[in-house]
């Protein structure tokens, strides 16, 4: 963090006062500068600075980042009439990020997104007991999960749009998983308002991966409105339905015929209470839809009739879990003036399918020495009148 702001101020310091011609003809330095601001965001319990990066493109669409989880703490989208207005959940007080940060708003979830059976699981012939924090299993990496550590934050030089590189290593055994993972995580805001977010990691050991970004999204700008009247549109066929505990039970279920069928663009309010022993397991929509095709592809579509604003998720990833803000309750206030209540937001998390380790069907979350995890997500906005 030092280095970061020591390079900034001198930076700053020299175009000031004209003293750096190789910087000043440097273009995208330059540029760099103009659409990252770094600025002082909160101070956590135990004394550590964080730091908040503010990132704009050519339209003025504005992204948030702290180096606490790589928590994206704000983001905004233009409405029908170019009004950019936030459109993810989060919290009013930065201290209500860094005391445990309930919901996982906004943050970088690792090393496994989502849940992992009854905490455990086998590689190579060893078991490994990971850390148990939602009742007998594992969810999001533990309670002290990538979402609750200190990333390294760089502005990258010469980068087209304005871009982070986050890095962060885990420690061989950090939460139970075994080997010492590098991670890499690049935001990027495009000139035509996307966020891409691309994610590598490697190991030592054998061990088991699945990272992901849990934003909550409401596209109304109104953090008080809930998202039934969201329109959502999901490339996928089939989900993984869940026993109690929200653990697939290994099935792979066509949507067709079901409340989970969002083949074509419907109202997440229209089927969510509907008589579905899947819909009272998740208290709505919680749920890994199996994408169809493969590679980097269009796989979910978000229309906000009202404001017209439209989110487009693209992703190389194989699942996308739906979550509809089930757990939301109330506790905590929202950006807008009122609290972040019962499906006020919504989270559309690219992934690999919940507990993969433990489920020899699942395409694998396994990595080895010298292999490379990659992944890549894309949240693009825009309108429709
Ligand atoms: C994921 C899970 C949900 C819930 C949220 C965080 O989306 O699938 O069950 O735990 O994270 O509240």
């Given at each position: 963090m030092k280095k970061i702001t020591y390079n900034l101020i001198i930076v700053a310091f020299l175009s000031i006062f004209g003293c750096n011609k190789k910087e000043n003809n440097n273009q995208p330095q330059k540029e760099q500068m103009e659409n990252i601001q770094v600025s002082d965001y909160g101070v956590t319990a135990k004394g550590d600075s964080i730091r908040k990066f503010t990132l704009t493109n050519k339209n003025g669409m504005k992204m948030e980042v702290i180096n606490?989880?790589?928590?994206?703490?704000s983001l905004t989208a233009p409405d029908k009439n170019g009004k950019y207005e936030d459109v993810v959940l989060g919290f009013t007080k930065p201290e209500d990020y860094f005391n445990g940060n309930p919901y996982y708003f906004g943050a970088l979830i690792g090393r496994y997104g989502n849940r992992i059976a009854n905490a455990k699981f086998t590689l190579e012939g060893k078991t490994y007991d990971i850390d148990k924090n939602d009742g007998p299993n594992s969810l999001?990496?533990?309670?002290?999960?990538?979402?609750?550590k200190f990333w390294n934050i760089e502005p990258v030089k010469?980068?087209?749009?304005p871009t982070l590189k986050l890095t962060y290593t885990s420690a061989d055994?950090?939460?139970?998983?075994?080997g010492k993972l590098s991670t890499i995580v690049l935001y990027t805001l495009t000139d035509d308002n996307a966020l891409e977010i691309s994610y590598e990691a490697e190991t030592d050991k054998p061990t088991v991966v699945n990272l992901t970004q849990h934003s909550y999204f409401n596209l109304?700008?109104?953090?008080?409105?809930?998202?039934?009247d969201h329109e959502l549109q999901i490339n996928g066929d089939k989900f993984t339905p869940v026993n109690e505990t929200l653990i697939p039970t290994g099935e792979q279920n066509?949507?067709?015929?079901?409340?989970?069928?969002f083949t074509a663009s419907k109202a997440?309010?229209?089927?969510?209470?509907?008589?579905d022993d899947q819909l009272k397991k998740g208290k709505g929509y919680d749920h890994n839809w199996i994408l169809?095709?493969?590679?980097?592809?269009?796989i979910a579509k978000v229309f906000h009739?009202?404001?017209?604003r439209m989110m487009e998720v693209l992703t190389d990833e194989p699942g996308v879990q739906f979550y509809s803000?089930?757990?939301?309750?109330?506790k905590f206030e929202n950006k807008t003036g009122g609290k972040n209540e019962f499906r006020t937001g919504f989270c559309l998390e690219t992934q690999h399918f919940p507990n993969s380790p433990n489920q020899a069907s699942f395409p694998s979350t396994e990595l080895k020495p010298g292999q490379k995890y990659q992944s890549k997500t894309i949240y693009k906005f825009s309108v429709k009148k």
């Amino acid at each position: 963090m030092k280095k970061i702001t020591y390079n900034l101020i001198i930076v700053a310091f020299l175009s000031i006062f004209g003293c750096n011609k190789k910087e000043n003809n440097n273009q995208p330095q330059k540029e760099q500068m103009e659409n990252i601001q770094v600025s002082d965001y909160g101070v956590t319990a135990k004394g550590d600075s964080i730091r908040k990066f503010t990132l704009t493109n050519k339209n003025g669409m504005k992204m948030e980042v702290i180096n606490f989880g790589g928590i994206i703490t704000s983001l905004t989208a233009p409405d029908k009439n170019g009004k950019y207005e936030d459109v993810v959940l989060g919290f009013t007080k930065p201290e209500d990020y860094f005391n445990g940060n309930p919901y996982y708003f906004g943050a970088l979830i690792g090393r496994y997104g989502n849940r992992i059976a009854n905490a455990k699981f086998t590689l190579e012939g060893k078991t490994y007991d990971i850390d148990k924090n939602d009742g007998p299993n594992s969810l999001h990496g533990g309670k002290q999960g990538f979402h609750t550590k200190f990333w390294n934050i760089e502005p990258v030089k010469d980068a087209k749009f304005p871009t982070l590189k986050l890095t962060y290593t885990s420690a061989d055994g950090e939460e139970g998983y075994p080997g010492k993972l590098s991670t890499i995580v690049l935001y990027t805001l495009t000139d035509d308002n996307a966020l891409e977010i691309s994610y590598e990691a490697e190991t030592d050991k054998p061990t088991v991966v699945n990272l992901t970004q849990h934003s909550y999204f409401n596209l109304s700008g109104n953090f008080s409105k809930t998202i039934l009247d969201h329109e959502l549109q999901i490339n996928g066929d089939k989900f993984t339905p869940v026993n109690e505990t929200l653990i697939p039970t290994g099935e792979q279920n066509a949507v067709k015929g079901t409340p989970f069928d969002f083949t074509a663009s419907k109202a997440i309010g229209k089927d969510i209470n509907a008589e579905d022993d899947q819909l009272k397991k998740g208290k709505g929509y919680d749920h890994n839809w199996i994408l169809n095709g493969s590679g980097l592809r269009s796989i979910a579509k978000v229309f906000h009739p009202e404001s017209g604003r439209m989110m487009e998720v693209l992703t190389d990833e194989p699942g996308v879990q739906f979550y509809s803000g089930n757990f939301l309750d109330g506790k905590f206030e929202n950006k807008t003036g009122g609290k972040n209540e019962f499906r006020t937001g919504f989270c559309l998390e690219t992934q690999h399918f919940p507990n993969s380790p433990n489920q020899a069907s699942f395409p694998s979350t396994e990595l080895k020495p010298g292999q490379k995890y990659q992944s890549k997500t894309i949240y693009k906005f825009s309108v429709k009148k």
